[in-house]
């Protein structure tokens, strides 16, 4: 079956260190890969997605992402954490029809 | 451009009471609709998904049902709610195709009491 890991419950960092969020997948062929930000209350938005192509992706608010395919995963990165970076963040595949999600990661920033 | 609303904002409900959840979408037409649940301190838990008027795939068995019955409408359904009911509802939308991109409404908080 499908499946997404993200072995990280909780992260903290450093405002101003950097940041990496691991995610894992198991798909039998390339998937669809995509990162998702939820703050506190509120939806989940599209931070970046990953469909061919270049395996280093940039999405929004300076974050990005690089598929590996030996390694099955699509980390999460940025260079400069802020504290409003402080959310949870979700990593999912495309499934047929639906997208398949990780438990997410509950990033906390330390000033 | 599309947006996706979802009412109300906030729900709190007796044990035993009806439920009714509304997700609507505009600006596309034939969109895939989903519903899904975050209990407290848990992921996303995927409940139905339809991809048309009156198709609609239940994930987990439970006490909700869900309706489609205009193409850009999803409805969250319950006769009885139950404390485990307690959560925060998202529905989301995609265009359909590869890839499965989801758009996420902004989530109705229910409680349980």
């Known amino acids: 079956a499908q499946s997404v890991t993200q072995p990280d419950i909780h992260i903290t960092v450093s405002e101003g260190a950097s940041l990496e969020l691991r995610c894992n997948y198991s798909?039998?062929?390339?998937?669809?890969l995509f990162w998702y930000v939820q703050s506190p209350g509120q939806g989940l938005q599209l931070l970046l997605k990953?469909?061919?192509?270049?395996?280093l992706v940039q999405g929004i608010k300076g974050f990005e992402a690089e598929f590996k395919r030996s390694q099955s995963s699509f980390n999460l990165r940025k260079p400069s954490v802020h504290w409003s970076d402080a959310a949870e963040y979700f990593c999912?595949?495309?499934?047929?029809?639906?997208?398949?999600f990780g438990t997410g990661t509950r990033l906390l920033v330390s000033p | 451009s599309q947006t996706i609303h979802q009412w109300p904002a906030t729900l709190v409900q007796p044990v035993g009471s009806p439920l009714s959840l509304e997700c609507t979408v505009e600006?596309?037409?034939?969109?895939?609709l989903y519903w899904y649940r975050q209990a407290a301190g848990r992921g996303l838990q995927l409940l139905f998904y339809s991809v048309g008027i009156g198709q609609i795939s239940s994930e987990v068995p439970q006490n909700l049902s869900a309706s489609r019955p205009q193409d850009r409408q999803f409805i969250l359904s319950s006769k009885k709610l139950l404390l485990s009911d307690s959560g925060f509802y998202l529905c989301?939308?995609?265009?359909?195709?590869?890839?499965?991109?989801?758009?996420f409404g902004p989530g109705t908080r229910l409680t349980v009491l």
């Open positions: 798909y039998g062929a390339t998937p669809y």
């Open positions: 990953y469909f061919s192509g270049d395996t």
């Open positions: 600006g596309t037409s034939n969109p895939n």
């Open positions: 999912a595949a495309a499934g047929f029809q639906k997208l398949v």
């Open positions: 989301a939308w995609n265009p359909g195709g590869p890839g499965n991109e989801q758009f």
